[in-house]
């Protein structure tokens, strides 16, 4: 028997996203952790449990108890380490992953961090995308930001260089948000699925990742498979997923204003950027789900 062990999978975050479609091929039975002692110590012997980063690599005693008995595999998306300050519980998560029999990892950075910090050789299964149709936007000011609302995604520092440059440029932020702000130009709407997320991808121009810290970015290859282009930071995979199909600048207001002034005045390198993203291949999730098949 085989089982997702994970928190509850509700939220529209990539790394919720990323177990969802797992689900849905229908080869794993989901359990939502609390105590993940008490969700390990359900399992019947000999189960192949595959755990959700989130759920188990800051407790590498409890992995200890059920090592023997069950075939652990571990799903990293990013170490929690590299996520928060002086990298707090980096060796938790070391042990975790030298504890396990084997580590699917989404991207290949976060091969390299496991690599590097614990020695342990990973298997890469980057998340996949679903058809989409194409946006129809064609214009230059209207920005949009998929994911949670924070420091770390960098829509702070997009929203003042969007308050800084004014009307007609706008900035939406779609996703959880965690770090609140108000200017100029931006909104605010929340977490958005389906119909009203494709609404928002239908209307932008341009998408906007500015992240210091991410393994692959799941929004970015959503974006590309609509056509549309990323505005990134220079963090993780971000740089070479948008290749020739997104712009790479640093996280200060003043140079994202710049870039974007760069885009708005230049239609030929719209056009460009838009073509590449239109035509770039991407993974599926049914790839992606039959690496992870491959691994339990």
């Given at each position: 028997?085989r ?18 479609e ?15 002692h008490a969700?390990?110590a ?7 449990a ?36 002086a990298?707090s ?33 990973a ?27 924070g ?39 929340g977490?958005?699925r389906?119909d ?27 974006g ?7 505005l990134v ?15 790479v ?17 230049d ?30």
């Amino acid at each position: 028997m085989r089982f997702l062990l994970a928190p509850d999978l509700s939220a529209p975050t990539g790394g919720n996203r990323y177990d969802r479609e797992l689900l849905a091929r229908g080869t794993l039975e989901h359990v939502v952790v609390g105590d993940l002692h008490a969700s390990l110590a359900g399992l019947p012997d000999g189960s192949t449990a595959l755990l959700d980063g989130l759920v188990a690599t800051e407790q590498p005693d409890v992995l200890a108890a059920h090592a023997r008995r069950l075939r652990l595999v571990l799903l990293l998306h990013l170490l929690r380490a590299d996520d928060r300050p002086a990298g707090s519980h980096l060796g938790e998560e070391v042990r975790a992953l030298r504890l396990v029999d084997a580590v699917v990892v989404t991207s290949r950075s976060s091969h390299a961090r496991a690599l590097e910090v614990a020695g342990v050789y990973a298997v890469v299964a980057e998340p996949g995308t679903s058809p989409a149709p194409t946006s129809a936007a064609l214009g230059a000011h209207r920005l949009l930001c998929v994911g949670t609302v924070g420091e770390r995604k960098g829509q702070r520092v997009v929203a003042e260089a969007v308050a800084a440059l004014g009307p007609p440029w706008s900035l939406r932020c779609a996703g959880t948000v965690v770090e609140d702000f108000s200017l100029p130009g931006t909104t605010l709407l929340g977490p958005l699925r389906g119909d009203a997320l494709q609404a928002e991808w239908d209307r932008a121009d341009l998408h906007v990742l500015l992240s210091s810290a991410e393994p692959y970015g799941m929004a970015v290859a959503e974006g590309l498979r609509r056509g549309v282009p990323s505005l990134v930071a220079d963090a993780g995979e971000l740089p070479e997923l948008v290749g020739d199909a997104g712009i790479v600048v640093p996280r200060r207001p003043a140079d994202v204003a710049e870039t974007l002034q760069q885009w708005a005045s230049d239609a030929s390198l719209r056009y460009r950027l838009r073509s590449a993203a239109r035509t770039r291949s991407l993974p599926t999730w049914d790839e992606t789900a039959r690496i992870v098949e491959g691994v339990l």
